[in-house]
């Protein structure tokens, strides 16, 4: 099994769980997942879990308020 736990991983299990699960964070499509992973980076820093991080962002989404920013340039929108 699988575990998320901040308790559980080292920063770099959780940089590769975030890898893993978002596909291509390079941001090679010139920036357009930047936002995305910048959502996240609380979570590998140990600060907070990922499901607070889902549940701010679904609050937000809710609420209409601002998430992170992706550029408009992106070809894939």
């Known amino acids: ?8 991983t080292t ?3 959780r940089e ?3 890898a893993e699960s978002l596909g291509n964070i390079d941001a090679s499509c010139d ?3 930047s936002g995305i992973v910048e959502m996240y980076q609380d979570y590998i820093d140990g600060k907070k879990e990922l499901r607070e991080i889902s549940m701010e962002f679904n609050a ?3 609420s ?3 998430a992170p920013t992706v550029r ?3 070809p894939m929108r």
């Open 72 to 74: 408009s340039s992106c």
């Open 1 to 8: 099994m699988v575990k998320y736990l901040i308790k559980d």
């Open 31 to 33: 920036g357009c997942s």
């Open 11 to 13: 920063r770099e299990e």
């Open 60 to 62: 937000r989404y809710i």
């Open 16 to 18: 590769q769980i975030v």
């Open 64 to 66: 209409g308020e601002e």
